[in-house]
C-alpha cells in the first residue's frame, strides 16, 4: 500500500502498486468500489502482467481518506488523482478506468494530458443522467440531498445495491458517496463525451455485448475510439468475465 497527500489538508489518496515495465498502467474504479478488489485479478493476469500497475481508490472510497471539506466533483477528483500520480512519478500512463472511474479519467486526460498516454475506458459515463429516485447507482443516490442520505438514505441504497456492491460501497464516506453521485449525474461541462470526442490519444470502450449498440457510437468511432462489445457479461465486465475482459484490454493497448 502507497499513498501520497492531495490536498491542503494533507488528505491522502491511497493505491496498491505492482512493480513493472513502464509505462505505467492505472487502474480506477467506479462509484462506491475499489480498486484493488475490482482489478486485482486482471492486473495480475498473463495478458496483462508485468507492467507497473497502480490500483487507485479515489479519494471518499476504499482505502482513501474520506474529507469532508472535499467537493467530490469530477474534475476535484481528476485534480486530486493526477497529484497522486505525480506523487508517484507517473507520467504517459495507460488508464484502465471503469464507470464513473472512466468519467474521472476522461477528465484527468483532459486537464493534466501530459499524465496520460492511453485510454481504456470500461462501460464509462459518458454523459449526464437524470436523477430517478428509489433506483441503485448515481441517479438513485442523487435524488437524496446530502441531509437525507446521512441521515437514513444510505440504508435505502444498501438495501436496493444488494451485498456484493455494498460490500465496498460501505467503505465510503457517506458525503464522498453523496457528492460524487450528484456530480457524475450532473455530468461535466463540456460532458464527458465532447471531452473524449476531442482527446488524441489512443481511447477504447469497452461494453457489455448484451447491452446492445452504444448511444453515440457513430461519432466516437469516427474521431478514433475504438468500441469493443464483450459477451458473457454485465457492468462489472471484470468481474462477471474475467478472460474475456483481460483480452479486450490486452488488445486495446496493444492498439496504435
Not at 125 to 142: F, K
Request: include cysteine.
Amino acid at each position: 500500500m502507497r499513498s501520497a497527500v492531495v490536498t491542503k489538508g494533507e488528505d491522502r489518496i491511497r493505491w496498491v502498486e505492482l512493480p513493472g515495465a513502464e509505462p505505467a498502467r492505472v487502474y480506477v474504479h467506479g462509484l462506491g468500489a475499489t480498486a484493488p478488489a475490482y482489478f486485482a485479478a486482471s492486473a495480475v493476469h498473463p495478458l496483462l502482467a508485468g507492467h507497473r500497475s497502480l490500483l487507485v481508490d479515489l479519494l471518499g472510497h476504499g482505502h482513501s481518506d474520506r474529507p469532508e471539506q472535499f467537493s467530490y466533483t469530477l474534475e476535484a477528483h481528476a485534480d486530486a488523482l493526477a497529484a497522486a500520480l505525480d506523487s508517484a512519478g507517473v507520467t504517459g500512463a495507460e488508464l484502465i478506468a471503469h464507470s464513473m472511474g472512466g468519467a474521472v479519467a476522461i477528465v484527468l486526460a483532459h486537464r493534466h494530458p501530459r499524465l496520460v498516454s492511453r485510454l481504456v475506458l470500461v462501460d464509462a459515463n459518458l454523459d449526464p443522467v437524470p436523477v430517478v429516485p428509489r433506483t441503485a447507482g448515481s441517479s438513485g443516490i442523487a435524488s437524496y440531498t446530502e441531509e437525507e442520505f446521512s441521515a437514513g438514505g444510505w440504508a435505502e441504497v444498501r438495501d436496493r445495491v444488494g451485498a456484493h456492491w455494498w460490500s465496498t460501497m460501505r467503505l465510503a464516506g457517506r458525503s464522498a458517496l453523496h457528492r460524487s453521485a450528484v456530480h457524475l449525474a450532473a455530468g461535466t461541462t463540456p460532458t464527458m463525451r465532447e471531452l473524449l470526442l476531442e482527446l488524441k490519444i489512443p481511447r477504447s470502450y469497452l461494453l457489455p455485448e448484451a447491452d446492445g449498440p452504444l448511444a453515440g457510437a457513430e461519432a466516437l468511432r469516427a474521431a478514433g475510439v475504438d468500441i469493443v462489445p464483450v459477451p458473457d457479461c454485465g457492468h462489472n465486465i471484470m468481474l462477471d468475465n474475467p478472460e474475456a475482459f483481460a483480452r479486450a484490454t490486452a488488445d486495446a493497448l496493444a492498439r496504435g
